[in-house]
C-alpha cells in the first residue's frame, strides 16, 4: 500500500491496549480492530471499504468486514449497507413522552407547535400568541 493507506502507525480506531500477550483468561479471544487491519494488508478488503468502515464504531466495523469478506461486497454496496444501518439507527429515537403530552395541551391552546426526539418548538403566529404564553407562565407561579 502506497500515498499514507499504510495501517502500521495505528488504527483509524485508537491505538491496541499496550502489553499482555493479548490472550484472555476463559475463552477465545473476541474479535479486535486488528483483525480489520489485517484484512485491509493482506488485499482481503480494500482501502475503499476501509474508509466505509471509519464511520462505524470499532464493533459494528469488525462485524461488517467479516461480512465484506464473506460475501466478497463492493464498496458501493458496502456503502448502502452502512447507509441503510444508519437510517435505521436514527428511526430508533423515541421522542419523549413528556414532551407528547406538553406539546398535545399546547396545540389545544391554539399554539402551534413542533415536535422532535429531543426538542419541542414553539412557533408564534403573532405577538399575541407571545402574550398568551406569557399570561400561562405567569398563572403557574
Not at 491505538?15 to 479486535?32: A, D, E
Not at 435505521?88 to 396545540?107: A, D, F, M, P, R
Request: charged share 40%; proline share 4%.
Amino acid at each position: 500500500m502506497a500515498n499514507g493507506d499504510d495501517f502500521r502507525g495505528g488504527s483509524p480506531w485508537g491505538s491496541p491496549p499496550k502489553g499482555g500477550n493479548g490472550s484472555r483468561r476463559g475463552g477465545p479471544k473476541p474479535p479486535s480492530i486488528d483483525e480489520v487491519i489485517e484484512k485491509i494488508r493482506k488485499n482481503n478488503i480494500s482501502i475503499g471499504h476501509a474508509k466505509v468502515l471509519v464511520s462505524l464504531d470499532e464493533k459494528e466495523a469488525i462485524e461488517l468486514a467479516k461480512e465484506i469478506e464473506e460475501k466478497n461486497l463492493s464498496v458501493r454496496e458496502t456503502e448502502k449497507i452502512v447507509k441503510n444501518r444508519k437510517k435505521s439507527q436514527k428511526k430508533e429515537k423515541v421522542i419523549n413522552e413528556e414532551l407528547v403530552e406538553i406539546g398535545y395541551k399546547l396545540k389545544k391552546l391554539g399554539f402551534k407547535i413542533e415536535l422532535g426526539s429531543d426538542f419541542l418548538k414553539i412557533k408564534f403566529k403573532n405577538e399575541t400568541d407571545l402574550e398568551k404564553l406569557k399570561k400561562l407562565l405567569d398563572d403557574i407561579n
